[in-house]
């Protein structure tokens, strides 16, 4: 534990920390971010939580509000006390600006560095940070936790696979940190290259920026013979850093002496009891530059019931199963990308490179997933090839509630990505097949 | 492999066919010889079999190694597989006879497609059975000529 004081706090003292610091966080954006005094003004709320239950009472803060004060708008603080700006990927729609204090990069230092001995690390670890480096917070956020913890810090940043590769064996690394769909790709290529993934010296891997299973973790830790841990933070909030999973695997710490969690749901928005799934919203407590109340992540989880083995009281959240956004209803059952992926990542002889492709049939819209065949499909009979298709219709089926049509595709035609993977394709304006 | 490989008394090298397989989507047929006509490949047989949404390619060529990393590196999925072949008169009645056989010692034939070499006077058929060595030992005990590669690799073999 990098910061046991904190980590493993008693719940009472964590509790009474959090309410202080909320207090201190709202009378802060109501005196200098012209949209929360607003907000509270409009309301007639004033800007106090007298426990923490009366958060829930407090107005939330959405992506819209982000993009509507772009660049600066909901900063808290000058200009001249920013020292770094980072931007969300943009993936979703229009980018949003954040920024850092001097004071906000050291406590994200720490969280980063609590994050990287949640996966084992300590000074004698060598990091290979291969998150892209730049306005993406995923490279500098690792980058700093790993100086601050005392690692041995490669800044190579995404791309260029097969230098990765080469890092990875030539400087020794002993922990990845990187998407989980680029780690696969990293092993697929050190197998061509003729280095067997499992010879690097590779410990451990920090995953995330994009969800993953349970079936895709367990298939990293075999590819390399690691341990491959699950992270989770976002730009808006911090960065990554907000949470992370510790040794035991079972759900991430949130970092509650920094952050508030609630899980609400996404049709009524009030918080929902422990253990039930719902969108996840953040509050920061400590954040100078771009505090944010109650921010909708449109992440899909749930809190963890009970107490964790390893120590720290932090309250746990699930793995983000999926977003609010990349929700498809298919004849009327909720499917998550995330749930296709863990039913490939069990069947033998398909690659874990998928698509969701939708399409339209004259007026209806049509799903198909498509499934690349794995290099050691011995594909000579078409009768393999039609079992391996109707097995994973059949357990996509099974797992999801409801039938997907399933098309096989070449191997390695799937587009592989150095950064968030795009798991579903709407091809439904390009017109009719 | 080893040059005194008579002597462990392992079987005839098999003939590599190639598969490939292939979305049905326009070009990559074309995309996939062009490959092999590119890395200098003679193909002796082509089959393709397909179903609605793919197909499967097999190809008895010249070099079946070339063509393999050929087809690799242009990024299409590979794989190689022992077939039989035998050579048949080229008059009605002489398939039958081949199958014939290899029903009679219980061996099931998985596909099988036939090419005529040019300005020959026999057939070749070419066969994916499980047991290629009990299909060899029964047909030459009927007198029936199976091929090694040699035969099939190079032209008028």
């Known amino acids: ?433 | 492999m080893s040059s005194t490989g008579v002597t462990r008394g392992v079987s005839d090298p098999m003939i590599k066919q190639l598969t490939v397989f292939l979305e049905n989507s326009p070009g990559r047929l074309a995309g996939l010889t062009r490959a092999l006509g590119d890395a200098g490949v003679n193909m002796r047989a082509l089959m393709v079999a397909d179903t609605a949404e793919f197909g499967v390619v097999r190809i008895i060529c010249d070099r079946p190694e070339v063509a393999r990393a050929a087809l690799e590196e242009a990024g299409f999925g590979v794989s190689v597989t022992d077939v039989l072949a035998v050579e048949v008169p080229d008059s009605p009645g002489g398939l039958a006879d081949v199958l014939e056989v290899l029903g009679g010692i219980g061996v099931n034939v998985e596909y099988a497609y036939c090419y005529v070499e040019p300005g020959g006077t026999a057939a070749i058929d070419v066969f994916r059975v499980e047991d290629i060595a009990r299909a060899t030992d029964a047909l030459r005990a009927a007198n029936m000529r199976v091929l090694g590669p040699a035969d099939v690799y190079a032209v008028g073999g």
């Open chain 1, 1 to 433: 534990m990098f910061q046991p004081e904190y980590e493993a706090m008693d719940r009472g003292a964590l509790e009474r920390l959090q309410l202080e610091r909320l207090n201190d966080m709202l009378t802060r954006v109501y005196g200098a971010v012209p949209m929360y005094r607003e907000r509270f003004d409009a309301a007639g709320i004033a800007p106090r939580a007298d426990s923490l239950e009366a958060l829930a009472d407090l107005p939330f803060t959405v992506k819209d509000d982000l993009r509507s004060a772009y660049p600066y708008g909901m900063f808290a603080v000058p200009l001249r006390d920013i020292v770094r700006v980072h931007s969300s990927s943009g993936t979703t729609g229009q980018v949003t600006v954040v920024g850092y204090t001097s004071g906000d990069i050291d406590r994200w230092s720490d969280l980063m560095a609590r994050t990287l001995a949640c996966a084992g690390a300590t000074p004698d670890d060598v990091v290979q940070v291969t998150y892209g480096y730049g306005l993406f917070t995923g490279g500098l956020g690792v980058h700093y936790g790993a100086e601050r913890l005392g690692c041995t810090t490669i800044p190579i940043s995404g791309g260029n696979t097969k230098r990765q590769v080469q890092v990875l064996k030539d400087f020794g690394a002993t922990v990845l940190a990187c998407t989980p769909s680029y780690a696969v790709l990293i092993a697929e290529t050190a197998s061509e290259m003729g280095i067997d993934p499992r010879s690097l010296p590779l410990r451990a891997g920090v995953f995330g920026a994009e969800p993953w299973s349970e079936n895709m973790r367990r298939q990293i830790e075999e590819l390399f013979g690691i341990t491959a841990i699950d992270i989770y933070g976002l730009s808006e909030v911090l960065g990554p850093g907000v949470a992370s999973e510790c040794s035991c695997q079972c759900g991430l710490h949130v970092n509650e002496d920094h952050f508030i969690i609630e899980i609400v749901d996404p049709a009524t928005l009030r918080p929902v009891p422990d253990g039930e799934r719902g969108e996840v919203v953040f509050t920061t407590l400590t954040k100078e530059g771009i505090p944010v109340l109650r921010y909708r992540t449109r992440d899909i989880s749930r809190i963890v019931p009970g107490e964790c083995a390893c120590g720290r009281t932090f309250r746990r959240m699930e793995r983000v199963s999926g977003r609010t956004d990349d929700m498809l209803i298919i004849r009327g059952v909720n499917v998550f990308p995330s749930q296709i992926e863990q039913v490939l990542a069990g069947i033998p002889g398909v690659a874990p490179h998928y698509q969701v492709v939708l399409t339209k049939r004259g007026s209806m819209d049509h799903v198909e997933v498509h499934v690349e065949v794995g290099p050691d499909v011995p594909f000579d009979e078409i009768k393999t090839l039609e079992a391996l298709r109707t097995r994973v219709a059949a357990e996509i089926a099974s797992a999801l509630a409801v039938s997907i049509a399933v098309r096989l595709v070449e191997p390695k035609s799937i587009q592989r990505s150095e950064g968030k993977a795009q798991r579903v394709l709407d091809r439904r304006d390009e017109g009719s097949e």
